[in-house]
């Protein structure tokens, strides 16, 4: 071998050992500014429990009065944040001064209701005989301060007087309040309404016997199901979302969604039935565990492993616990609570289909099968859904 040939291939050989970590950093480089705008992509969605939920209304006639008692989020109420366009309040331009609120003393917080409902009153309608009521204040109960992370839930007391010979009310209160679960209390065959914010109910029988029939339950609470997942439900998408990036076949993808919602299925169920109760300072931290563990594995598998599926069942488990603690928040209907309990899951499934449908449409139909997807897509994806999902966990867990 002549000194120019061995010159030649000593060149060759270094330009390699260069071209190798060059490409590398290229690479590196590439998936951080992939992950930096998933990142900002994400920004929008609230990294803080601050989920925005149904008020909770039980209407009870005592003699010839009409009682009132609510579990509300009172301070995005105060501080004017309108519940019934956001999924958390992290969202609203209000959110300092939510927060503020939300770390304030019990009895001054009562205070400021006191001031504030005489404009609170006048967005709260109660009907009979084809005419408004007065509605009175009775009391609010404030719970102490809590994990600022968690939605503190006062009680407001407030009554009508009732017109002499009434049969049936309705009511309702404004759009900016969200959506409201509204329970008739001490009849037969009550009535249960879930009203989106601004809705009025339907025609409330005093005496009973305005309960809805399973079919009605079943389709009432579709829209639940699909409400909690899409869009409130931000931890169970980013979960679906860590099952989806694992790889772009459909294989791995429809054996992980179905173990997943076979095992939410069944602690949702043992869970509104009162068999299993787990306390959501457990459950919550643990869900937002479970999306960092899908989202990492995801960059040291290829494929589907055996032990997949064995992990997804288990953290399917913990979800339906998530999905039980806001059902039973609820209240389902007792003379339908089957069909409305189905057609809650339903709509849970309704919204996981939507969010697989929406990735496979928007990337794996286009891109799944280019050699580059899993490097420059599901790798910079699934960092930054754990980045979101360990902040969850250290928020969860200690703020």
Partial sequence: ??????????????????????AYLKALGYKLLVSSALLCALGPLPLAAHEVLPAIMDVRQVEDRLDFVVSLNLEAILVGIDLSSLTDTNLSPKAQDYDLLRSKDPQALALDL???????????????????LDVQFDQIEVPPIGALAQVRSSVLSFHV???????????????DYGALVLRQMGVENPYTGYLEGGEISDAIVLQGGGQMGPVKAFWAYVPVGFDHILPKGLDHILFVLGLFFLSPAWRPLILQISTFTLAHTLTLGLAALGYVRLPSELVEPMIAASIVFVAVENTFAKGLSRSRPFVVFGFGLLHGLGFASVLVEFGLPQHAFIPALIGFNVGVELGQLTIVAFGFGLLSYWFG???????????????????????????????
């Fill in 1 to 22: 071998m002549g000194p120019n040939k061995r010159e030649s291939e000593k060149t060759d050989g270094m330009e390699k050992r260069m071209i190798y970590p060059l």
């Fill in 114 to 132: 006191a001031d504030y409902w005489p404009s609170m009153v006048k967005n709260i309608q109660v009907f009979a005989q084809d005419r408004s």
């Fill in 161 to 175: 007087e009732l017109p002499r010979g009434t049969q049936q009310v309705a009511m309702g209160w404004s759009a």
């Fill in 369 to 399: 099968k280019k050699p580059w997807y899993r490097l420059h897509i599901a790798l910079p994806a699934s960092g930054a859904i754990a980045l979101v999902g360990a902040w969850w966990v250290v928020e969860r867990t200690l703020l």
